[in-house]
């Protein structure tokens, strides 16, 4: 089988991890003997500063003829904060529908977390983010801009569907690892969507009695994740509660460079996207700094979502054998070059 796999290697060090990343691939295709069709999109910050465009609809019709996406990062100094992220980022995930975030945090042995004694036994979980509602609609609105009455309003939209689809899938992904599932919310708050979150939550959870389930106030949840990330199986949560816990996740894993996400249509009527969960890093981009593992194990994601499940298991091994062997610090003494040749030389 082929695979159509559509590149974004975006702005910043996204080219130079996503290079990394393509040496896994080459290791993969031999090793596995599996065929990939790539296809590179210039989109990004040099192809907005140069076209005044985004993402057309038809790169978005060309995107949409792949099985998956792999983006290297998105932003730039040299663009106004949130063109590129709502034009390109998030209209790829609203327009293919990638409603599912999955973001594992792990600790991997040999990897020094900042967390005191935190071991890789007290720390494997996944985040299951809503991806595709909530305050990232961009629903609002102004008043009286530039005065002293101004007044911002932004609005968090939650559907019965939206969060049906997302807390259904969390229960899946529960059932394949220890069947224990947690609803991350606010909801002695956030009164109306709390109450939308929970009542489904409760309502799904009936169809699935071998899944134990909890729930934990968001708040509460960032202190356990500190101080006892081992109570948690499987998170679900919304989408901006998701997108705050999993960057602390990836702080208690080890750093932003090692973590990886899936922007998931899990109906595949759409291609998935994958990406790690660090920015552009303009200030080290081109400087052969930048840690690739995030996106090695993105490429990883990848390979298990297209049911190259062999394969996505080489490549996890291969980055945790190295990171074992030198630990998150000691790949820090590595080029990203160097780091992408040794996990691509270990893909068995």
């Avoid at 994601?301 to 049911?307: K, Q, R, T, V």
Wanted: proline share 4%.
């Amino acid at each position: 089988m082929t695979h159509r796999l559509a590149l974004i290697p975006g702005d910043g060090v996204g080219p130079e991890v996503i290079e990394q990343a393509l040496k896994v691939e080459e290791a993969v295709s031999r090793s596995h003997r599996i065929d990939f069709q790539l296809t590179e999109f210039d989109l990004g910050a040099k192809h907005y500063l140069a076209t005044g465009e985004t993402l057309t609809d038809e790169d978005l019709g060309r995107l949409a003829q792949h099985d998956a996406i792999l983006l290297g990062a998105v932003g730039s100094p040299s663009v106004a904060p949130g063109i590129l992220e709502r034009g390109l980022l998030l209209r790829l995930r609203f327009d293919l529908d990638l409603y599912v975030n999955l973001r594992p945090v792990k600790l991997y042995p040999g990897v020094t977390s900042p967390i005191l004694g935190l071991t890789p036994e007290r720390c494997n979980l996944e985040v299951v983010r809503e991806n595709t509602e909530g305050l990232y609609v961009g629903a609002g609105r102004e008043a009286a801009m530039g005065t002293a009455d101004e007044v911002a309003i932004q609005e968090s939209v939650n559907t019965r569907r939206g969060v049906e689809r997302v807390v259904r899938y969390a229960f899946g992904r529960a059932m394949l690892r220890r069947r224990r599932l947690t609803l991350c919310h606010k909801t002695n708050v956030l009164n109306y969507a709390g109450d939308l979150w929970m009542r489904t939550f409760g309502e799904v959870a009936s169809e699935f009695p071998e899944v134990t389930t909890d729930y934990v106030h968001v708040d509460a949840a960032c202190l356990y994740l500190i101080n006892s990330p081992e109570r948690f199986d499987v998170i679900v949560t919304d989408n901006m509660f998701g997108d705050i816990l999993t960057d602390l996740g990836a702080a208690i894993q080890g750093g932003l460079g090692l973590a990886a996400s899936a922007n998931l249509n899990p109906l595949r009527e759409h291609p998935s996207m994958f990406e790690p969960v660090h920015g552009s890093a303009p200030d080290i981009a081109g400087k052969d700094l930048a840690n690739p593992i995030g996106a090695i194990l993105s490429f990883g994601l990848c390979l298990d979502h297209l049911g190259e499940e062999a394969a996505a298991e080489a490549v996890e091994a291969a980055a945790a054998s190295l990171l074992e062997e030198r630990g998150a610090q000691g790949t820090t003494g590595m080029t990203t070059s160097q780091v992408g040749e040794e996990v691509a030389g270990r893909v068995a």
